[in-house]
């Protein structure tokens, strides 16, 4: 019989095509601050909230002004030139209605810059059904430590074990592990490194066209 009542959503890559996009805006955001960082260097980092991504490939620390620079800088390359280039990734509303229609309780559980949440949630067209949402801002660490998941975990209000998390890189698989929650791990955003996933589908609409055979069913 299945036990999960409530469903943690990740959004880029899951929701949103845009792992590349993020990719691209690390690149140019590094190389303004003089840093020759390649995109295949970045690229299967993402995922990983900056305060994680920045020190590992640039060596600078969170809580510097070189930090704050990056992800200023970050931000404006992938709102001015990234974000409005954007597709929802296929069935992502559909998905959602479903589960919604089941009773399920939804979340977003992201390491998402907060400003752009709101953002990306339109381009996947499922704002008004993810309304409930914890980024990093509000947490101590980012993916892959169990933070962002923990706190959507308290919001739903359910114990780990009735709750599913549903994300596209092993950074959401390794954080909802540790936090005690099962992991739906969705291939569009690019990353085959499915290790430890309850299940793993190829995108949305492959996780709804298989609904009835899933860790939902």
Known sequence: MNTVKGVIFDIDGTLV?????????????????????SFETVRPLIGMGSDQLVPKVSGVEKDTPEFKRLGDAWKRHFQSEELPHLKGQPGARSLLLALQSRGLKLIVGTSADEALVGDLLKIAGVQDILTQH???????????????????????????????????????????GKAGVKTVFLRCGGDDRTQHAAAVYDSPQDFLDHLDSSPLA
Request: net charge negative.
């Open 17 to 37: 095509d845009s792992n590349d996009a993020h990719t691209r805006a690390w690149v140019q955001a590094f190389h303004s601050e003089g840093l020759d960082i």
């Open 134 to 176: 914890t980024t990093a801002s509000e947490v101590e660490a980012s993916k892959p430590e169990p933070d962002i998941v923990q706190a959507a975990v308290k919001k739903l209000g359910l114990p780990p074990s009735e709750v599913l998390m549903v994300g596209d890189t092993p950074f959401d698989v390794e954080s909802a």
